[in-house]
């Protein structure tokens, strides 16, 4: 087995592994490097493993610095045929996060638990399985789901499936400031778009020529996935979600996907009950350690109370005002897409 740094001429075989693989992640390809590279200057190390000449398994790392330098994989963590070759991707890892003291190595949203890794299961992705096609898919959802669609619909929401990011990001801008989150600017959206190709595409609905909920959606491994979507609440005694996300589904079906992915939630949470409505089902999602100079690894319940205030503080912004400060923020935190 052989372990080494990805080379410009390994990355159609890089990509082809990834695709090949159900339990892998779209951010785990090279094009999600380059964006990832750009967008928040951190240096990349991407590590694969050979035998007879075929990929086995790859290392999607990041190093990030500040106080708590730190390694942290793409979205899909560590990618690999076996234990043995997660085990041997690790190793060079290991050794540069010990000469530089690093805190730790953080590998997110796995679909695999390594063994012999410190491991936090507060995530699961919530999956849906397609029915065999629209129709029977409508006959899944219970009655109290199929009416509030049908009430969205009869509201006159306006569908359109493009690459506008102006749009988009405006209506999740407007969401996200109401949650307390930041998030980067357009542009950020428009190189996420330009790096998907024509894997990624946005949804928006208009209800009388105003933008009420948009979606980002990427197919993968004959999965489509949400990574972003929003609703503004004033349109919400409409049930625009629920129109959204019955478009998407069938987008779905008419791009022959197999299964469409909701996202991350927290097990038994307010988004955790949304998806699940629709009949997700929660596939966990691994973030998994090697600590470094930390004693302990990160978790929700630990970092809740420190941001609590700044979470309150947030949603009492302008819009405008959120949208300005919203991208140096998010970029003090490339580890979470």
């Given amino acids: 087995m052989a372990i080494r740094l990805l080379e410009p001429a390994d990355r159609e075989r890089w990509d082809a592994y990834v695709r090949s693989s159900a339990l892998s992640h779209f951010g785990q390809l090279t094009a999600w490097k380059d964006l990832t590279e750009r967008a928040y200057g951190v240096p990349a190390s991407w590590w694969l493993a050979e035998e007879g000449g075929r990929v086995t398994g790859v290392l999607p790392l990041f190093a990030k610095g500040g106080r708590a330098p730190q390694f942290f994989s793409a979205p899909g963590g560590l990618l690999a045929d076996s234990p043995e070759v997660a085990a041997a991707l690790l190793e060079p890892a290991r050794e540069e996060m010990r000469r530089r003291n690093m805190a730790w190595i953080e590998l997110r949203d796995q679909k695999t638990a390594w063994p012999g890794l410190e491991t936090n299961d507060e995530h699961v992705t919530m999956v849906l399985t397609l029915a065999e096609n629209a129709e029977a898919q409508w006959k899944a959802f219970d009655a109290k789901l199929r009416n509030q669609i049908r009430k969205g619909e009869k509201a006159g929401f306006e569908r359109k499936w493009n690459r506008d990011a102006a749009t988009f990001h405006r209506v999740l801008l407007e969401n996200m400031r109401d949650l307390g989150s930041p998030i980067r600017n357009a542009r950020y959206y428009e190189g996420a778009l330009a790096a998907l190709g024509d894997d990624a595409e946005l949804l928006v609905i208009e209800r009388e020529h105003e933008a009420a909920g948009v979606m980002f959606t990427v197919r ?82 630990a970092q809740k109370g420190s941001l609590d205030t700044v979470v309150q503080l947030w949603k009492k912004l302008p819009v405008p005002v959120a949208g300005l400060l919203g991208e140096p923020a998010k970029r003090m935190f490339p580890e979470v897409l």
């Fill in 220 to 301: 993968h491994a004959g999965t489509m996935t949400d990574p972003w979507a929003s609703s503004l609440r004033r349109f919400f005694t409409h049930c625009p979600n629920q129109v959204l996300y019955w478009e998407a589904l069938q987008r779905a079906f008419a791009l022959g996907m197999k299964r469409f992915d909701f996202g991350r939630s927290q097990w038994n949470s307010g988004t955790f009950a949304f998806k699940r409505q629709w009949g997700a089902e929660p596939v966990q999602l691994h973030y998994q350690y090697v600590l470094g100079t930390a004693k302990t690894f990160p978790t929700l319940a």
